[in-house]
């Protein structure tokens, strides 16, 4: 550990200072590695944590769109800004921070460490990331790609250490900051080690996000948006669609299609490019998710599809007449588990989007776009879409609130949350 540390910060010494342009340069050389070995790096994802295949091809594809995206803007976003003020000169300027580490999750392996690492690398930073246990092929492929794009040694490195080693490395005077994706409880204990230490830290927790079906919607647009909201990744995802709450006057033909569209989801094989569904990635996420199902059904819920565990594969599930007090209502449910409630009006499907400890996005489906805009700001989020599931992309800020976590990560606020915002007043006399 102490060597890696070490290391990054010796490169730091001279990555900070190399060109801005220098840096950007290896960016199209990345972009086109993760293309031209798309297939390979996604079996890779595949058989560490069973990602269906073409899911796996699109994250690698993502990465290599977020390089693009950086290679074209981060020049802009790091310049200099002027400031009219009464000195002779008034300006900010973006600087590096120095060794940051990053503390990455499993379910989307290279797309989470690629959305921190890069916008850092480009800010002048070098990275050091503690990838989970579960994707070691993937934490070290990480560190070979950028490498093999021309990025000095010690830019980036993989740090493979237990959890439990996580905070000496947030103690270490080298780190500088910090940025966790991962569970609500894991961000607490990161929060608090570098709060003890006084480093910036970017935390991007959980979330149980509500889709919300308005009477107008376009149903069949609605039902297909929603599968692919709830079941992707296996519904293995922070923003992935988990509460569904449905207008009562339309809400029989919701289910009828969404069961059938659930129904046809195709399982199996996940080298399959054909298989939609494939296991969780471990275990105990199985029998975790189970639990809360069979709870909640004990609870009044009712099930319509699904509900059945085969170790770690669970079936997509969906389950009707849920209530607030549930725990598939309560709690974020890491996997392809369905909840639907109704509601009778606008306001009623605010305040239950609003009944959450969460609050990463949401997505509200009408044709009533006028009217929908002027609620945004009653929705306690991070992110509103309307008419499309929630998703993260390079050109928009990415980050929630309330136990969702705090800072944001890609476009320019996320290039942005790990340098020194300078400010410069020069007056002549």
Not at 148 to 157: D, E, I, L, T, W
Not at 255 to 279: E, H, R, S, W, Y
Not at 359 to 382: C, H, M, P, R, Y
Request: aromatic share 8%; with cysteine; net charge neutral.
């Amino acid at each position: 550990m102490e060597k890696i540390i070490t290391h990054a910060n010796e490169t730091y010494l001279s990555w900070s200072h190399s060109a801005l342009n220098v840096r950007l340069s290896f960016l199209p050389t990345l972009a086109h590695q993760l293309l031209e070995n798309k297939a390979a790096y996604a079996a890779i994802i595949t058989s560490e944590m069973h990602k269906p295949i073409s899911q796996a091809i699109a994250e690698v594809e993502k990465c290599a769109l977020l390089c693009t995206y950086y290679h074209e803007y981060a020049a802009s976003f790091l310049s200099a800004k002027t400031i009219k003020t009464e000195a002779t000169e008034s300006f900010v300027t973006y600087e590096p921070l120095g060794v940051i580490l990053g503390v990455m999750p499993w379910n989307f392996p290279l797309w989470q460490v690629f959305r921190f690492a890069i916008p850092t690398l480009m800010a002048g930073n070098t990275v050091v990331v503690k990838h989970a246990s579960n994707v070691p092929k993937c934490a070290q492929l990480l560190q070979d790609l950028i490498e093999k794009a021309g990025f000095p040694k010690g830019c980036y490195q993989n740090l493979p250490i237990l959890s439990s080693e996580v905070a000496a490395v947030i103690a270490h005077p080298i780190i500088k900051a910090v940025s966790l994706t991962g569970s609500e409880h894991t961000g607490k204990t990161v929060a608090a080690e570098a709060g003890k230490h006084l480093k910036k830290c970017v935390v991007e927790l959980g979330g149980n996000n509500a889709f919300i079906v308005l009477e107008d919607a376009d149903l069949d647009a609605a039902v297909v948006t929603a599968v692919n909201a709830r079941m992707q990744n296996a519904g293995q995802s922070c923003i992935a669609a988990k509460r569904f709450l449905v207008h009562e006057s339309i809400a029989d033909a919701f289910i009828f299609q969404f069961k059938t569209a659930l129904q046809n989801l195709k399982t199996g094989d996940v080298f399959d490019k054909a298989t939609q569904i494939g296991p969780l990635a471990r275990l105990d996420l199985a029998t975790a998710l189970d639990n809360q199902v069979q709870k909640s059904i004990a609870m009044g819920a009712q099930l319509i599809l699904g509900g059945s565990r085969d170790g770690a594969f669970y079936t997509p599930t969906l389950l009707t007449m849920v209530t607030p007090e549930m725990p598939v209502f309560i709690e974020e449910t890491f996997g392809p588990v369905a909840a639907i409630t109704t509601f009778s009006t606008l306001d009623e499907a605010i305040s239950l989007s609003n009944q959450s400890n969460f609050g990463l996005g949401v997505s509200i489906f009408t044709q009533d776009i006028a009217k929908i805009k002027t609620k945004i700001a009653a929705f306690n989020e991070g992110a509103v879409f309307i008419n499309e599931m929630v998703k993260s992309d390079p050109r928009l800020p990415f980050g929630g609130v309330k136990n969702s976590g705090y800072g944001r990560e890609l476009a320019e606020e996320g290039l942005k949350e790990f340098v020194n915002t300078k400010t410069v007043f020069i007056q002549r006399l």
